[in-house]
């Protein structure tokens, strides 16, 4: 079994889940930027990773594009991001972003990721924050821009055992 991990992160998440992956399959591990079209041809397994941006996994554009070089491999995608794994707005965003052709034939899963909100870009900040005077409830509002760090390797166990 030949894999690769390809992977887009922002802020870290999505890479420390990259490697973790990387640890226990031993297949190579490349950034998104760094990916070439024979890097999906030789590898039968394929582990894609992204955080969830404006509610849309970031790389769904790229694999629109790439399903044809895709479409006959085991293709594996898992999103960062703050929300719960099971929140609504993941399996909505990720119904948009991807067709059903594509969505049927990939595992998807949702992962925990983290933000230390003082590290974000600064448009990010400005982003949030404006975002956040729309939230009425207070609680709410502070949690928008409350650091957390959801992530979890043993969330992985489901993602490794699908790529048997």
């Known amino acids: 079994m030949k894999g690769i991990i390809i ?6 998440s999505t890479e420390q889940y990259a490697r973790w992956i990387q640890e226990e399959t ?13 890097d999906l041809g030789s590898s039968d397994r394929i582990v894609l990773g992204c955080p969830i941006y404006a509610g849309n996994p970031l790389m769904a554009k790229w694999i629109n594009r790439q399903w044809p070089l895709l ?6 995608l898992f999103t960062t991001s703050g929300a719960p794994a099971g929140d609504p707005a993941l399996a909505r965003g990720y119904e948009k972003a991807l067709g059903p052709e594509i969505r049927d034939a990939i595992g998807y899963f949702p992962l ?13 900040r400005f ?16 949690a ?6 959801r992530m979890d390797r043993s969330s992985l166990k489901p993602l490794l055992a699908s790529l048997t």
Do not use: H, Q, W
């Not at 992977?7 to 870290?12: A, Q």
């Not at 297949?27 to 930027?33: N, T, Y």
């Not at 928008?144 to 760090?149: E, K, L, N, S, Y």
């Open 7 to 12: 992977y887009k992160s922002n802020y870290g």
């Open 26 to 38: 031993g297949f190579d591990c490349v950034e998104l930027k760094k990916a070439k079209a024979r």
């Open 71 to 76: 479409r006959e491999k085991k293709v594996i």
């Open 112 to 124: 925990g990721g983290r933000m230390v909100f003082a590290e974000l870009k600064p448009l990010m």
């Open 127 to 142: 982003i949030m924050n404006m975002a956040k005077k729309a939230i009425k409830d207070p609680a709410e509002r502070e």
């Open 144 to 149: 928008m821009t409350a650091d957390f760090d």
